[in-house]
């Protein structure tokens, strides 16, 4: 859920923070007071275009802030894994850190727990994270890609059965199978021309390297072997130095050190201390006798075979010539050989396995085809039901006379198989339409031009849906427009039903919506020293929200009887979510005071 929102710079905001609770979660207040602002800023939040065009005036940047807690397994942590963003370990829920930044005569910049992302990067981690009615390119219902995901929650079919493995896994695994057989049949029905011709090639390619036949780690021993010839001369006259001075020639170390053995052999049979001594020098004048020996075998061998050093040199440099067209590396060309050689065979035995791949594609397609039209049933019969549920919640939210269908149609670049047209989820894929007045041809829902019927039909469908949708927090802006009295009652009852199992934020003008809220945040005006200042209080007590509710309902001057009738709609509203209107007022209450002393939570928002 969204945990705290904070806002500094921003259009008319100098600094604000809000923070939300679990529930039903309201925002009050003046039109103009600054509510949209907040729906604007999480609009930036989840991936929206953020430009200087935002900056107040006199601010040098804009930064709006969103704390989130998060499932530690919420599929966002393995979208961003690709960007650097740790996921959190395995247990409690984890926190994820939103920051967008715009700079005055700058670029705007986002970062996710930290690290720099891009905003399209960002919009699509974020994606069904959070559902903002207000702003149409975060609503997941607009998104039609999730239609047929949202069909399949409310008729069951991703969910296990009888200890079976849920239909739609069963399907894609079929289907999986079927995919892979089709595209091995289709590489070899792939043109034959082509095909000749790439066979031709890696042919050629494959007579070049056997030709040269390389071996591995063959460079570097030819390479060592050419440096010894290339400098025969200078190693013969360094091993000859070295064989006089140790053993060829008058005075040599071997002849000194004999000296001393002879010098000590007569006083070592005088003193026994001398004969460790004595034998560390016999020793040494055999390894130098031996050393000596083996120098000037070395300085008579070692030589520039002309012939050899050219062979050598050739072989190299043909080496370094396939090194250069097969992977920069001998490793590389090596691994090349084998590779051309396995695609070279199935190029040219492709007839064979296109001869077994037929009964296996037809096997498989038939059981994938077979599983698809038991979801086809299941989702036919699923979406009357749908539609009759999501209608049914739309009566009570006065939209009685609207009309919900589901299309189906064939899935768009699908696999032939056991007769049918599959695609990852099935021989079909839904299109949600809507009728908002009898008379009217049903749309798609993108094309709904009204907010507020957006809001409702929304509202009508995540209650529908109850806790199968994943979505963690909606975000209600317009819900209320154009009702009032016994179905704003409704409107509040579902939006408190629909937060019994995630966190819903409104924004709303109805005193019978905010009856039901859960933790309730007013959004006050005020002017000061030339400057326009908004505040956001939370009302941590029932008096504050009856006070509050009372002026949605009586305006400015709030009388004895309006604050009656407000303890009234509140207790009305804790009646009919179960005492849970002003529990959750109470629980807002406590975590406000935990996080600043008693209404001092407030934070301000100034405005040119």
Do not use: W
């Amino acid at each position: 859920m969204l945990t705290t929102l904070r806002i500094s710079g921003f259009a008319i905001v100098d600094a604000v923070e809000v923070r939300f609770g679990h529930g039903l979660n309201v925002l009050t207040g003046e039109t103009g007071a600054g509510k949209s602002i907040l729906v604007n800023a999480l609009h930036l939040v989840l991936g929206g275009r953020m430009s200087a065009e935002v900056l107040r005036d006199g601010a040098d940047e804009a930064v709006v802030e969103a704390l989130f807690e998060l499932p530690y397994d919420h599929p966002v942590f393995s979208r961003l894994g690709g960007v650097g963003v740790t996921a959190p370990p395995p247990g409690e829920p984890a926190e994820l850190l939103v920051r967008r930044v715009a700079q005055r005569g700058g670029r705007g910049r986002a970062y996710v727990n930290g690290v720099l992302v891009t905003a399209s990067v960002l919009a699509e981690a974020l994606r069904g994270v959070v559902d903002v009615s207000g702003q149409h390119e975060h609503v997941s219902l607009l998104d039609e890609a999730t239609h047929l995901s949202l069909l399949d929650a409310f008729t069951g079919l991703d969910a296990p059965a009888g200890g079976v493995a849920p239909l739609l896994g069963r399907y894609r695994e079929a289907y999986g199978k079927v995919a892979a057989l089709c595209r091995e049949r289709d590489t070899l029905q792939s043109d034959a021309a082509e095909r000749a011709r790439r066979a031709d090639y890696l042919a050629f390619q494959l007579k070049e390297l056997d030709a040269v036949d390389p071996r591995p780690g063959e460079d570097a021993a030819l390479d060592a072997e050419r440096r010894v010839l290339a400098s025969a001369e200078k190693l013969r006259e360094a091993a000859g130095l070295a064989e006089g001075l140790v053993y060829g020639q008058d005075g040599s170390a071997s002849e000194q050190v004999g000296q001393a053995v002879r010098a000590l052999a007569d006083a070592a049979a005088l003193d026994p201390r001398l004969a460790g001594p004595l034998q560390l020098l016999r020793s040494a004048a055999i390894e130098l006798t031996e050393a000596g020996r083996e120098l000037g075998h070395y300085a008579e061998t070692v030589g520039g075979d002309g012939e050899r050093l050219g062979a050598i040199e050739d072989r190299l440099e043909a080496l370094k010539a396939l090194c250069r067209k097969h992977g920069g590396s001998l490793e590389a060309a090596l691994a090349r050989r084998a590779e051309m050689a396995v695609e070279l065979g199935s190029l040219t035995g492709g007839g064979e396995r296109l001869l077994q791949l037929a009964p296996e594609i037809d096997a498989a397609g038939a059981e994938a085809a077979t599983l698809a039209g038991l979801m086809t049933r299941a989702r036919q019969k699923g979406a009357k039901a749908f539609c009759a549920g999501v209608e049914a919640e739309l009566s009570g939210l006065a939209m009685a006379r609207c009309r919900l269908e589901v299309a189906f149609s064939p899935p768009e670049g699908g696999v032939p198989a056991g007769g049918s047209l599959l695609g990852p989820d099935g021989a079909e894929q839904a299109l949600y339409l809507l009728a908002p007045n009898p008379g009217e041809p049903p749309r798609p829902l993108a094309r709904i031009a009204s907010g507020g019927e957006l809001s409702r039909l929304l509202l009508a469908v995540k209650r529908t849906l109850a806790r199968r949708d994943p979505v963690l927090t909606y975000v209600f802006d317009e819900v209320d427009s154009g009702i009032g009295g016994a179905v704003a009652e409704a409107m509040g009852r579902v939006l408190a039903e629909v937060a019994t199992g995630r966190q819903v934020i409104c924004i709303t003008h109805l005193p019978q919506i905010a009856a039901f809220a859960d933790r309730h945040h007013r959004v006050l005006k005020r002017v000061a020293a030339g400057r326009t200042t908004s505040e956001v209080a939370l009302l941590p007590e029932v008096d504050d929200r009856r006070q509050e509710v009372a002026r949605m309902m009586a305006g400015a001057t709030v009388t004895p009887a309006a604050l009656e009738h407000a303890g009234a709609l509140i207790a009305a509203a804790r009646a009919q979510a179960g005492g849970g209107a002003e529990r959750g007022g109470e629980r807002g209450g406590e975590r406000g005071r935990r996080s600043a002393p008693g209404r001092a939570a407030a934070r301000s928002v100034s405005a040119a």
